[in-house]
Structure formats: structure tokens, C-alpha cells
């Protein structure tokens, strides 16, 4: 079986478990710049490129995928979050994309096997891209709205490197998360439709977008709902919200999501919200109550964490939700569902 049919199969089975945050995990290993800068010879100081450590401090992340499948994970996502052309110029390290990241994917991939071999439970990888610093809906320079950074087709093949070598690598699909731009997301989509065609297979997309405020929206300005509309015809095998808030502030948004999204939903929130120190205080057992409540009421398929979570919180969620049923997706209402900032649906 491909891995999306292999991954429907499980998840129709059990809600499946993602890991948690890897940037707030590297941080207790209270690495130096020597660490990060290896024998690299950059030019940049290093320090703070977590994606860097692929090649120049591979036990590390690879330490931290092995707990976080330990703590009961069936996802580990990739160490490369920042690690495309365009993140990877502020360190001097935009030539070697390609590298970190078929070495990210290779060593997630390495772990996830040695995982699934020990009881035969299949294990995937999903290969991270964010959203990088640029947008393409937005101006940086209030004096000239129609300004942009950056151009569609620069940062669709900005995208497509990043993808292909995660693909390379070993990952089982590329996850487009912490959408805080719909038009991103949308270039990140043409990206991995590109490549697809290159490979002639299919390359399974898993989308999650990140809230700016209560009220729902993205800094784009796109509601959950819309949000969905716009993306939909990438046929992602999931689809969910990530980053930006603890559970509690995310439950409204997950209601809406799960009752409209005819695809998997994965939710993976911040461990509350951060103290006046930046720490993340939400303890494991306290996360997991908040996301068992969205799995009794049937509208989660898989469940992790983002920033400040850990295997500990991992392991919690996995057994908060063992024996309760995946949310069924639902059957939709042919008619034309379309997306300005709000949905718009037309009805037969």
C-alpha cells in the first residue's frame, strides 16, 4: 500500500499521535555555537539554526525523535521547520537545503523504522515545511501596500527544493504547517504538485494553519472556514491547526473545522500559552484532559503538540485518547464552496 492508504488504514482504526515541539526540546540541551556551526566554516554564527544540526549534530534530533516515539507517537515530522533557501540566507547556509534536508528526513525515517520493526505498527514521517519570513499577501512597508518581498514563482521553487529532498530523504509527505499566509500555503500546494509530476506519484500533503487571534483568522486574514475552501483541492490527507494558542483557545476552531473538512484533522497546540518568561507552564496531564474532550466529542482523527510540549505531554495525550473512536468524516453536500477572507457556498 502507498503510505496514504496505509495511513487512512490506521486512522481508521485509532486516533494516531504526532509528536510534539522540536525547537523548545533542542533548547534543554543548552547547545553552543559550536554546536550548531560544527566544521561547516560558515559565515554566520550558527546558533539558533535548529535545522543546521542535521549535519553538524545529528544525535539530537534524532534523540529527540526516538522519545517522542517512545512517549507512543505514530508521526515524527522533521527537524526543518526553517530549512529553505530563503530562512537558511540569515545563517549563510541557503546551499545546503538540499543536504539538511535529506539528512533531517533520512534520520527520522531511520528512526521511524527501527520503531515499526520492534512491533510491526507502522510509523510515517511527515517532512515539515513553514511558512519561511516572507508573504505574499501582505506588504511589509506600509507606505506601499502593493510592495511584496518575495514573487509567486520564487517561493514556489523555493517550496519544491525543500520538498524534493525531504521526499529524497525518506519522508512519507510533506507537511505545510503554521499557515499564517493562505497564498503561501497555496504555493506550497502548486510546490508539491509540481514534484509529483516530476516523480510521477503521488506525494500526500498534510496542511495545518495557525491562528493570529480568537476570532479564527490567519494573518492573511482567512477564517478557518475559508481557510479550508481555498486549499481543498489539494486533497490533503489532513488537515488542522497548529501553533499560536493552547487547546482551550483552540476548541471553537477545531469544532468548526472537524464539522466542515471532509479529510483527517490533526490539532497539535502549544502547551497553554507562555508565561512573562516565555516558558510554557501547561502541564502534560493538562493538555491531555483538554484534547480528550475534542476526542469524546469526535472531532479529531490525530493529536500532537507544538511549542512547549514534550514527550512527556506526548505520551499523556496518547494515553488520555487510547480506546476512543477517530471522528468519522463526514459526507459533504455537492456545491461550490468558495473563499474570499470569508466562505462563501453556493447552494444548488
Known sequence: MSARETFLAEAAKRILITDGAFGTEIQSWKLQEEDYAGNLGLSHEQKGNNDILALTKPEVPEAIHRAYFEAGADIAETNTFSANRISQADYGAEHLVREINIESAGAARRVADEFQAKDGRPRFVAGAIGPTNKTLSLSPDVNDPGYREIDWDTLVDVYKEQAAALVEGGADFILIETVFDTLNAKAGIMAVKQLEADLGRDVPIMLSMTLTDLSGRNLSGHTVEA????????KPVTIGLN?????????????????????LIMIYPNAGLPNELGAYDEVPDTTAGFVKEWAEAGQVNVLGGCCGSTPAHIAAMAKAVQGIAPRKIPTLEPMTRLAGLEPFIMAA
Open 227 to 234: 481557510f479550508w475552501h481555498a486549499v481543498r483541492h489539494a
Open 243 to 263: 501553533c499560536s494558542f493552547g487547546a482551550t483557545q483552540l476548541r471553537p476552531h477545531v469544532k468548526t473545522l472537524s464539522e466542515i473538512a471532509d479529510t
